[in-house]
Structure formats: C-alpha cells, structure tokens
C-alpha cells in the first residue's frame, strides 16, 4: 500500500512538470530525481523502515 502511495505521488509530480519535460530534460530529470530521494526519506521516517528502528523491533519481538 505505501508504494502504491509514493508511485502514485511520483507520478503525479511527473504529470504536474509534463510540459515543462519536453523543452528541458535534464533539468526535469535532476528535479524528479531529487524529488523522489526526499519522497522516498520522508517515508522511511514516517514508516521508521531505518534499519536501527528495525534491529530494535526485531529484538523486542525475539524478547516477547
């Protein structure tokens, strides 16, 4: 369900800068790139999927 999520967010800021794509391509390329890397960190915050929060979840759950 999250990726679902973030392609559907990915794909809409594709869709918003379309136009903007066809006169400047690398530019468009550079932006959605660094938008998919802060995308993709704001969800690894979000869903604490860092692999430190994961050690430690997997640890509680081996002490239960």
């Not at 390329?29 to 994961?54: G, P, S």
């Amino acid at each position: 369900m999250e990726e679902t999520a973030q392609m559907g967010l990915v794909n809409f800021m594709n869709a918003a800068i379309g136009d903007f794509a066809s006169e400047n391509s690398d530019r468009v390329a550079i932006l959605t790139n660094a938008i998919d890397a802060h995308i993709e960190c704001w969800f690894l915050q979000v869903l604490q999927l860092d692999a430190r929060t994961l050690r430690l979840e997997a640890l509680e759950i081996k002490d239960e």
